[in-house]
């Protein structure tokens, strides 16, 4: 037996349709899309979530809790083994984290995680560090300094308009 003498098992392998190619083809004229209509039409079909105009279920059932995602703190997450990997020994902040090729994009701070190990002494500078990332650090001789970024000013209340 040889790889040019192997073949399909019967019927696995099918013909294309070929739709709307005359009416001996068995699927000509309509094409298998029934007369008329919005499904019939090039680009027809309901969109996901509509059920023929009937209230759809989403808007059926009450709307529920708080969602408060838009205002997440998001943060880079940096683990302590690529912390071993990118650097020899100094000051590690932002800007050398973006420059290591570790964080990029926006983000509202950076986290070191306590993923692998370290054993160089570094000066870490971010905003966040979970305990064991510390722990790790400073075992190796290192320092771990938490940037705190300013509390937000509190709005002064408004004047009452006089009445007239």
Do not use: C
């Amino acid at each position: 037996m040889r790889l040019n003498n192997l073949s399909p098992n019967k019927g696995a392998k099918h013909r294309r349709k070929r739709l709307g190619k005359g009416e001996s083809s068995g699927l000509g004229k309509t094409a298998g899309r029934g007369n008329k209509g919005h499904k019939a039409r090039s680009g027809g079909g309901v969109r996901p979530g509509f059920e023929g105009g009937q209230m759809p279920l989403a808007r059926r059932l009450p709307k529920k809790g708080f969602n408060n995602a838009q205002f997440k703190t998001r943060y880079a997450i940096v683990n302590v083994g690529d912390l071993q990997e990118k650097f020899e020994g100094g000051i590690v902040d932002e800007s050398s984290l973006r420059t290591a090729g570790l964080v990029s994009g926006a983000w509202d701070g950076i986290k070191i995680l306590g993923d692998g190990e370290i054993s160089r002494k570094l000066t870490v500078q971010v905003d966040k560090v979970s305990a064991t990332a510390r722990e790790k650090i400073v075992a190796a001789g290192g320092e771990v300094v938490e940037i705190k970024k300013p509390a937000p000013v509190a709005k002064l209340p408004r004047k009452a308009k006089k009445q007239a």
